[in-house]
T-cell receptor
Framework: GENVEQHPSTLSVQEGDSAVIKCTYSDSASNYFPWYKQELGKRPQLIIDIRSNVGEKKDQRIAVTLNKTAKHFSLHITETQPEDSAVYFCAASTYSWGKLQFGAGTQVVVTP | DSGVTQTPKHLITATGQRVTLRCSPRSGDLSVYWYQQSLDQGLQFLIHYYNGEERAKGNILERFSAQQFPDLHSELNLSSLELGDSALYFC???????????FGPGTRLLVL
C-alpha cells in the first residue's frame, strides 16, 4: 500500500521567513496530493491540493510543487505569520480509491 | 465551517461499551470517509462509503463497523471498546473519489 513520509517533524521559523515541508510517497499510482492545516483540537483544514498532471500550484502565500519522477511533493509558505502556526499534514491518494494516506505531520511554529 | 457535521462532539464511556458516531456530509457530496486520529498513530483511514456502498477499507478493526444511509449521512459503530480506542474520530466528505475531502469537527472519544 501507499506510504507517505513527511519531514521535518517540527519547524521553527521567524515571522516573515519562508517554511518548506517535504513529503515522499511510494505508490506511483497516487495522483492526488492535498495539504491540510490542523490547529490544536480542530479539524484538518484543506489549504491546497495538486494533481499529478500539474507540477506547481500557488494560492497567495502558499505553493505546492510535485516531482512525479522522484515521488516527492513540497509545501512552501512565504512571508510566514504567527497564524500560520499549526500542524501541517501532506497526503496522497488515487482517484479510484479516494482514501487519503497521511504523512506524520509537521508542527510549524512561527515566532514574532 | 466545512459544511460537514459530526455528533456528538465529545463522548466518554467505559471499556466494553458500544457507541455510535454520526456524520452528515456537505450538501451534494456522495462520498463519506472515516479517519481516526491518535497521538501515536496520526491520521489513519478507516473506511470509505460512496452513495451508500462501501468502497474501501483501511485498518479498521472488526469491532468497528459503519454504514451510509439513503440520505447520505453515515454512522460509525464502535463496540467492545478498549482504552486504546480513545482518539479523535473525523469524518470527511467529497463529491466523489479522488476529489477534495472536507473534514468535520470530529468526535473526541475517551474510553475509561
Amino acid at each position: 500500500g501507499e506510504n507517505v513520509e513527511q519531514h521535518p517533524s517540527t519547524l521553527s521559523v521567524q515571522e516573515g521567513d519562508s517554511a518548506v515541508i517535504k513529503c515522499t510517497y511510494s505508490d506511483s499510482a497516487s495522483n492526488y496530493f492535498p495539504w491540510y492545516k490542523q490547529e490544536l483540537g480542530k479539524r484538518p483544514q484543506l489549504i491546497i491540493d495538486i494533481r499529478s498532471n500539474v507540477g506547481e500550484k500557488k494560492d497567495q502565500r502558499i505553493a505546492v510543487t510535485l516531482n512525479k519522477t522522484a515521488k516527492h511533493f513540497s509545501l512552501h509558505i512565504t512571508e510566514t505569520q504567527p497564524e500560520d502556526s499549526a500542524v501541517y499534514f501532506c497526503a496522497a491518494s488515487t482517484y479510484s480509491w479516494g482514501k487519503l494516506q497521511f504523512g506524520a505531520g509537521t508542527q510549524v511554529v512561527v515566532t514574532p | 465551517d466545512s459544511g460537514v457535521t459530526q455528533t456528538p462532539k465529545h463522548l466518554i464511556t467505559a471499556t466494553g461499551q458500544r457507541v455510535t458516531l454520526r456524520c452528515s456530509p456537505r450538501s451534494g457530496d456522495l462520498s463519506v470517509y472515516w479517519y481516526q486520529q491518535s497521538l501515536d498513530q496520526g491520521l489513519q483511514f478507516l473506511i470509505h462509503y460512496y452513495n451508500g456502498e462501501e468502497r474501501a477499507k483501511g485498518n479498521i478493526l472488526e469491532r468497528f463497523s459503519a454504514q451510509q444511509f439513503p440520505d447520505l449521512h453515515s454512522e460509525l459503530n464502535l463496540s467492545s471498546l478498549e482504552l486504546g480506542d480513545s482518539a479523535l474520530y473525523f469524518c470527511a466528505s467529497s463529491v466523489s473519489s479522488g476529489t477534495a475531502q472536507y473534514f468535520g469537527p470530529g468526535t473526541r472519544l475517551l474510553v475509561l
